[in-house]
């Protein structure tokens, strides 16, 4: 009986010893242009920090667990299909993984909209304004408040459906512009918005395009922007809890009606907000 234990033994140790350092999974699924992905960074033992990195850029890694990491992944509205790797690296002792994320082709629809010709060539009198609006959008998207403020699920802003999908090319007045960065949920004039999460409100002003808007930085590089509110109840500098009423729905800005417009950026990439409630929502 003896060597049968001993053999036994051996077999176990082997096993444990060829077991990796760290794992590194995401959810099954196609990935598109868009799309937001949790990735899980387990490890077998204490896992006192990670670094991680993917399309060029660093991303905001956060822990759920001693031995568990997450993290966020925003594939950008313009990324072409093909095989992408993410890097990611262990503090203390050092251990490299790469994990390979396979981005699907995903076809745009084209919408075809009628608007004030002064939203599609705004007068010569406007251009300073846009384009100070503009780059204080970018200082933001730049500059993201340290730390994690989201947490638990995100919800839904409003109950009503999405009416105009994410990426859709748009054509105003007969001229083709920007792709559209963010998804249109067809609400009444006055429909309470709620914020889809924690977060620490950036921005609450009417801006030339989006009228009124209020922007909500999350943490760790998550963005929420709400477009053509009607009336704003919240501040700058001010923070919400997820379901806090931050605005009503309107049509102001370059708008056809009354809607909600909800944009989102992940570590500088324009995701789709659909995407970011099925990776993080209930």
């Known amino acids: 009986m003896q060597p049968i234990l001993i053999a036994t033994l051996c077999v176990l140790l082997v096993q444990t010893a060829v077991r990796p ?18 990735m899980t960074v387990t490890a077998n033992e204490a896992l006192p920090g990670i670094t991680a990195r993917a399309f060029d850029r660093d991303l905001a890694p956060f822990r759920v667990g001693k031995r568990t990491w997450q993290v966020l992944i925003g594939i950008d509205l313009d990324v072409k299909p ?12 050092a251990t490299r993984v790469l994990h390979v994320l396979a981005v ?19 007068p010569p009198d406007q251009m300073e304004r846009i384009a100070r609006e503009a780059e204080r959008l970018r200082r933001l998207w730049n500059n993201p408040v340290a730390g994690r403020f989201w947490d638990g699920p ?44 924690h977060g620490l409100v ?20 998550l ?30 800005g370059r708008v056809t009606g009354p809607h909600l417009h909800w944009s989102v950026r992940l570590g500088g990439a324009r995701v789709d907000p659909l995407s970011l409630l099925a990776a993080l929502g209930r």
Do not use: C, M, W
Not at 178 to 195: V, Y
């Open 154 to 197: 995100f919800v839904r802003p409003v109950p009503d459906p999405a009416n105009s999908s994410f990426g859709t090319r748009s054509i105003y007045n007969g001229e083709a512009r920007s792709p559209h960065g963010g998804t249109d949920f067809l609400s009444p004039a006055g429909r309470p918005i709620k914020a889809p999460n």
């Open 223 to 252: 963005f929420s922007l709400f477009a053509h509110l009607s009336s704003i109840r919240v501040h700058e500098g001010e923070g919400v809890n997820t379901g806090d009423v931050i605005g009503e729905v309107g049509a102001t």
């Open 104 to 122: 699907s082709p995903r076809r745009f629809p084209t919408r075809t909209l009628t608007v004030d010709p002064d939203l599609v060539n705004p």
């Open 82 to 93: 093909g095989r992408y790797t993410v890097e990611v690296e262990t503090a203390g002792p």
């Open 21 to 38: 350092p760290i794992r590194v999974s995401t959810p099954p699924g196609t990935l598109q242009p868009g799309s937001v992905v949790l």
């Open 202 to 221: 950036v921005l609450a002003a009417p801006l030339y395009f989006t009228g009124g808007t209020v922007v909500i930085d999350h943490g760790l590089g």
